[in-house]
């Protein structure tokens, strides 16, 4: 069969190349062949750098999150530093309520005393951050507690001068 079909176009080459489609059929050809959307075939090595890339992306993304949302607490190092912790934070918080009253009668001193606690407590914060990353925790949380003990010394010291002036402003009306 095959021999037949080649034998008959050997015969017939001749009125095979007589016959040529007209230039009309091969500019409609070429339209169609440039309006079609050209498929870009993905090899299959190309499909799995692919899907690395996704599991890569998403795994790193997982071990992010994780290392993100591990907060350690003072309470997991050492409970007795957490105590001391507790037991500052409340009596600080006790002189700031003192030192709040010298607030209206006398801002700028009241701004005076609170610039250094501010940045007291950012440092605090600070050191709290560091503690989940520490290699010496029981140091971060020395550094945190002697933090705290210095707040509530100048509290104390910034009420003792307060008290101090309202006891000599008193006295010298009284005389």
Do not use: C
Not at 55 to 74: A, E, M, R, S
Request: hydrophobic content about 35%.
């Amino acid at each position: 069969m095959k021999k037949q079909l080649e034998n008959y176009a050997k015969e017939n080459k001749a009125a095979f190349d007589a016959l040529e489609p007209s230039d009309l059929i091969w500019q409609k050809i070429e339209l169609q062949l440039n309006n079609q959307p050209k498929q870009v075939k993905l090899k299959k090595y190309a499909w799995l750098s692919i899907a690395a890339t996704i599991l890569i992306t998403i795994g790193l993304g997982f071990y992010v999150y994780q290392i993100q949302d591990k907060k350690v607490n003072i309470s997991d190092i050492n409970p007795d530093y957490a105590q001391k912790d507790i037991h500052y934070a409340s009596l600080i918080e006790e002189k700031r309520n003192e030192l709040n009253t010298i607030k209206s009668s006398n801002p700028e001193l009241f701004r005076k005393f609170t610039t250094d606690l501010k940045t007291l407590d950012e440092n605090y914060e600070k050191l709290k951050g560091e503690l989940s990353n520490a290699p010496n925790q029981q140091y971060i949380i020395k550094q945190i507690i002697l933090n705290r003990e210095i707040q509530l010394q100048i509290l104390t010291q910034q009420l003792n001068a307060i008290n101090q002036v309202k006891t000599h402003t008193q006295e010298n009306k009284v005389l």
